[in-house]
């Protein structure tokens, strides 16, 4: 017969077994949520960061930010040379394949890029970084697809390897590359950031008065230091709630179904 377990070891059982609470939010299952929190997408500066509270205070006396360690995640994204990535850097394209022809073919192939050699052509978007996420972008064509590469030259001609397959990559050295990293919490204290969640209305007292301010739990921050053209990308794939969803959905159902027609028509020496 197994003894009963003593009552110290136990207690120490339990303890290890039992877990902080979490905020309540988007991290809460759905049947849990309050119904009266709403999707919301803020922008607003960053002036601290509480990380015992788990509170960023933000310029908007309005709005109460809150944050769970467990699941909110904090990004840096940046627009970069791609000159100026190192080599090795993981990349991914939103572009068209065109494999090298070889044999008497080859003297009369490349009229519109020069020589018939395994080419990355049409190249509508460059992502990197290790908390990169494919966003919801869908090439002009159906030969435009996504694909993962690795960097093997900094400089003119670029390269990049798919696979088993070297391809020189059709750009200049103007090329930009959309970077998104991981950031620590407290690094967008004095920054403007962006901020997605969940939040709700609630009344407070400040000053001896009573207010009604937004308090927001928060899945994702951001800080963008990007370009024109990429902050159309980021807002595209982290802007507002009601309609990434939508967009993603659409994204992936396009690119199960290649656009067909003249605009799909390949390039002399691309690969079907």
Known sequence: MIPPAAPGFALLLASLLAEEPRLPGPSAPKSDRDPAEKPLWKKAKASGIDKKLKVIDVKDPSLEVVWDPYTTTFHHHRTLLLKDLPEGSILHILGKIHEERGGPEKQNQGKKYGAAEALLSDIEHIGTGKAYKQPPLVGKTGFIRWHTAELRSTRLPFFARVQNRS????????????????????????????FGGRARKVTVERDGKERQVTRMVVTDVHVADVSAEHM?????????????????????????????????????GSFR
Not at 175 to 187: H, I, N, Q, R, Y
Not at 247 to 258: G, I
């Open 167 to 194: 391809y020189k990559l059709v750009t200049d050295e103007r090329a930009t590359v959309l970077s998104t990293d991981k950031l620590d919490p407290e690094a967008i204290v004095g920054k403007t950031a962006w």
């Open 232 to 268: 159309k990308v980021f807002l595209a794939q982290w802007g507002d709630r009601k309609n990434v969803a939508s967009m993603e959905a659409k994204a992936e159902s396009d690119a199960k179904e290649p656009k067909a027609g003249k605009a799909a028509k390949p390039a002399p």
